[in-house]
């Protein structure tokens, strides 16, 4: 079914971004998705966990507008941008046309591209091409590029599986900052439990289709990996995820 844009409803402390009814996705005679119930206000950041295969990207699709569910009903916010594991930047374009890649190129979106860049701390390679940028720096024009579209939803589909240890912390407390000056809704795709705790103020870990253990994130900011109850909630994160030893290690 197509998404349609939400209204505001009255009395809220913000608006909904993401409400999701009895939403199901099947592929072939294999059931993806069955009945999903979800909401999403505008500046929560949500993240979904689950092995492979239970329907995390499947989701993500429907809520970007780039798959549809076979039945249910999918309300999203009209302006929303989605962030993907690999940048998909075009070589053949300069970084800052690749931010505003899909609308006419002039001085306008020029200024925009450039703010934008400056946000994500690339301001000075806008003129740089692709092939010049190391893997966490194209990731950040990704980021600039999801940016520029002024979502009221971000949409993360495990944007930083593929940086090394370091730029995947400095891309956390990138997106984090972000996250705080513009309060979109985000929904972010992970395997990492550690990640998803760090960053999400509620965790959601699919299973069998359904939403197996939606939480809230009850502990201050910034957060600990060593705190008691950062690793209570990494335990019971991984239990839902069938884990037998949480003292393995904090991914997923």
């Known amino acids: 079914?197509?998404?349609?844009?939400?209204?505001?409803?009255?009395?809220?402390?913000?608006?909904?971004?993401?409400?999701?009814s009895g939403v199901?996705?099947?592929?072939?005679?294999?059931?993806?998705?069955?009945?999903?119930?979800?909401?999403?206000?505008?500046?929560?950041?949500?993240s979904l966990l689950g092995p492979s295969g239970t329907g995390k990207t499947t989701l993500l699709r429907?809520?970007?507008?780039?798959?549809?569910a076979d039945g249910g009903r999918v309300e999203v916010a009209s302006a929303r941008s989605v962030?993907?594991?690999?940048?998909?930047?075009?070589?053949?374009?300069?970084?800052w046309q690749n931010v505003v890649?899909?609308?006419?190129?002039?001085?306008?979106?020029?200024?925009?591209?450039?703010?934008?860049?400056?946000?994500?701390?690339?301001?000075?390679?806008?003129?740089?091409?692709?092939?010049?940028?190391?893997?966490?720096?194209?990731?950040?024009?990704?980021?600039?590029?999801?940016?520029?579209?002024?979502?009221?939803?971000?949409?993360?589909?495990?944007?930083?599986?593929a940086l090394d240890a370091l730029t995947r912390i400095r891309m956390h407390d990138l997106v984090a900052q972000l996250w705080r000056r513009h309060l979109p809704a985000i929904v972010l795709v992970t395997h990492d439990v550690d990640e998803a705790i760090l960053m999400s103020d509620r965790v959601i870990v699919l299973s069998g289709g359904g939403i197996r253990f939606d939480t809230r994130v009850g502990l201050d900011r910034p957060r600990q990996r060593?705190?008691?109850?950062?690793?209570?909630?990494r335990a019971r994160l991984l239990a839902e995820l069938g884990v037998v030893s949480p003292q393995a290690g904090g991914h997923a």
Request: net charge positive; charged share 25%; proline share 8%.
């Open 62 to 68: 429907i809520l970007a507008g780039l798959d549809a």
């Open 101 to 161: 890649l899909g609308h006419v190129q002039n001085r306008t979106t020029r200024r925009i591209a450039a703010a934008a860049l400056e946000e994500v701390g690339l301001g000075r390679h806008a003129d740089a091409w692709p092939k010049t940028l190391s893997g966490g720096e194209a990731q950040r024009v990704a980021l600039a590029r999801a940016l520029a579209q002024e979502p009221r939803l971000l949409l993360l589909d495990e944007p930083f599986a």
């Open 1 to 20: 079914m197509p998404a349609r844009d939400l209204p505001v409803p009255r009395g809220a402390v913000q608006p909904v971004a993401v409400r999701l």
């Open 226 to 233: 060593g705190d008691a109850g950062f690793t209570a909630l």
């Open 83 to 95: 962030v993907f594991q690999e940048p998909r930047l075009v070589p053949s374009r300069r970084v």
């Open 24 to 46: 199901r996705r099947a592929f072939g005679s294999r059931p993806v998705l069955d009945g999903i119930d979800l909401e999403v206000r505008r500046g929560e950041f949500v």
